[in-house]
Nanobody, 123 residues
């Protein structure tokens, strides 16, 4: 297992939650990374991405201003800080990595590595 998510759970609307994604040193050192989510009955949705060096980020319009993606190179970990959560943020959240230096924003079929997901429920 090369990507392991944690931090999901249940939270009330308006509250915060922070997801973590621990990556292997190989993946963390060679890939841009990001987060996707999928709610029941809906398509997989790209949420946020971060460049390999951690200097550049990008967000879906639906989460811009509320979510923050960051990385810790000492811990080979990527984080997704989610603030002001809404019920429509409820989904399974997946960490993913793409073999590129820049911020990965392309279709999910082009990403190289995936975690198993962590559930977020906002009520």
């Amino acid at each position: 297992v090369q990507l392991v998510e944690s931090g999901g759970g249940s939270v009330q609307a308006g509250g915060p939650l922070k997801l973590s994604c621990a990556a292997s040193r190989f993946i963390f050192g060679s890939c841009g990374m990001g987060w996707y989510r999928q709610a029941p009955g809906k398509e997989l949705e790209w949420v946020a991405g971060i460049s390999r060096d951690g200097d550049s980020t990008s967000y879906a319009d639906s989460v811009k201003g509320r979510f923050t993606i960051s990385s810790d190179h000492a811990k080979n970990t990527v984080y997704l800080q989610m603030d002001n959560l809404k019920p429509e943020d409820s989904a399974m959240y997946y960490c993913a990595a793409a073999d590129q230096a820049g911020v990965p924003t392309m279709s999910s079929i082009f990403w190289n590595y995936w975690g198993q997901g962590t559930q977020v429920t906002v009520s």
